[in-house]
Every structure is written in C-alpha cells, then in structure tokens.
Nanobody, 120 residues
C-alpha cells in the first residue's frame, strides 16, 4: 500500500478555481496511474480524472474542459486544476494510485480526502 496525502481543498464561489495536490509517500511502480475521485454529499464516490505515468489522461464528462489533471515529471505527485467551479462540484475529493499488474490496473492507495465546497 501507498500513503497519499492531499492538499488544496477549501471554499470557493461558483466560477472560481482551486488546485488540489496529492503526493505519494514512496515510489510507485513505473507503470502507474494517479487520479482523483470525489464523493458528493449523500452520493457514491465517482471518478473525476486520471493520468498514467506516460501522460495519458482521462476525464469524467462532467468535468471535461474545466478540470485539468497533471503530474510532476519523475515524481509521484498529481495535481487537479479545477476552473469554472459549480456548486455541483462540491464533494470530498480523494486521490488514488493504481499500478499495472498483468495488463490491469490494481489500486494500491487512497488519500484521506479533502473537502471542496462551491457556494452559489
């Protein structure tokens, strides 16, 4: 397991921006994927965005064009730049890490979560 530590959540008005960061406590397998999930109040956790160690990205339709995921070169640190925030983006955001094993991604860690609240 890998410990992941998130930072950057907070309260912002609709239309504003926030940047989340997540750092892994140790090196992760070369073929890995770092990403973000979120859990809105009273709802299930949902996928937000992910980026592989080779730089391939994937986004949920609800955040495409507004959120950008990136990672520090050579480091197991991932960022989520969130622009044009909406009240429906309010959620606890979780960082996660996957490693590629036999052609499939396996989750090796979750962060503790950081609250993002968007006021209307």
């Amino acid at each position: 397991q890998v410990q992941l530590v998130e930072s950057g959540g907070g309260l912002v008005q609709a239309g504003g921006s926030l940047r989340l960061s997540c750092a892994a406590s140790r090196s992760i397998s070369e073929d890995n994927q770092l990403g973000w999930y979120r859990q809105p109040p009273g709802k299930q956790r949902e996928f937000v965005a992910a980026i592989t160690s080779r730089g391939s990205t994937n986004y949920a339709d609800s955040v495409k064009g507004r959120f950008t995921i990136s990672r520090a070169s050579g480091q197991n640190t991932v960022y989520l730049q969130m622009n044009s925030l909406k009240p429906e983006d309010t959620a606890v955001y979780y960082c996660m890490a996957n490693v590629l094993v036999s052609g499939r991604y396996s989750t090796v860690g979750w962060g503790q979560g950081t609250q993002v609240t968007v006021s209307s």
